[in-house]
């Protein structure tokens, strides 16, 4: 089973900085990586997959890198909404796993 | 609208069962391969289980196989989970997830709609 460990564990920024989270996978996982982002009492929402594709509805500042077991999700300017729990999921590997969130809160 | 609604969760004694159900609208239901992911404070989020958009092929995750049973009736618009021999680490928010892409034969393991989950809890 593909671990991967997402880092920080919390990231603690303040609107209109810049967010870089990163995600590392215990085995390639060529370009099967996926960002979800979750609110409290909601559930996940799909932000990027396979790395660098933003999914429908997504704002540009939202944006994926990496291949193979490194990763990143960089907000560029941070919103006020954006402030949340973002987890990695790869489907590369079979079962397919998440990461165990980054929890990016306000300064 | 298009919205996954889960409903059947709830406190359960180990060793006991449940069914949880997951009612879809807003989309044709029966073009989509459908997964059951779970959610803990502990363990964060774990894929539990798919299944084929007709209903005929299930995987499910080590942790449940043998015990869980996925199945689907889409003259319903209803996925279902059938949980035996529950145990405590069965604990957490169980989401019915649709796939990103509809399709009768590829599974892209992405997850664009997600229901608002269903707590189970296993404790005596």
């Known amino acids: 089973e593909v671990v991967l460990t997402q880092s920080p564990v919390t990231l603690s920024l303040s609107p209109g900085e810049r967010a870089t989270l990163s995600c590392r996978a215990s085995?390639?996982?060529?370009?099967?990586l996926a960002w979800y982002q979750q609110k409290p009492g909601q559930a996940p929402r799909l932000l990027i997959f396979d790395a660098s594709k933003r999914a429908t509805g997504i704002p540009p500042r939202f944006s994926g890198s990496g291949s193979g077991t490194d990763f990143t999700l960089i907000i560029s300017t941070l919103e006020p909404e954006d402030f949340a729990v973002y987890y990695c999921?790869?489907?590369?590997?079979?079962?397919?796993?998440f990461g165990q969130g980054t929890r990016l809160e306000i300064k | 609208e298009v919205q996954l609604v889960e409903s059947g969760g709830g406190l359960v004694q180990p060793g006991g069962s449940l069914r949880l159900s997951c009612v879809a609208s807003g989309f044709t239901f029966s073009t989509y391969w459908m997964h059951w992911v779970r959610q803990t404070s502990g363990k964060g989020l774990v894929w539990v289980s798919r299944i084929n958009s007709a209903g005929t092929g299930t995987t499910y995750a080590d942790s449940v196989k043998g015990r869980f049973t996925i199945s689907r009736d889409n003259a319903k618009n209803t996925l279902y989970l059938q949980m035996n021999s529950l145990r405590v680490e069965d604990t957490a928010v169980y989401y019915c997830a649709r796939v990103l892409n509809a399709s009768s034969w590829y599974d892209p393991t992405l997850f664009d709609l997600w229901g608002q989950g269903t707590l189970v809890t296993v404790s005596s």
């Open positions: 085995q390639s996982v060529s370009s099967y």
């Open positions: 999921q790869q489907r590369s590997n079979w079962p397919s796993t």
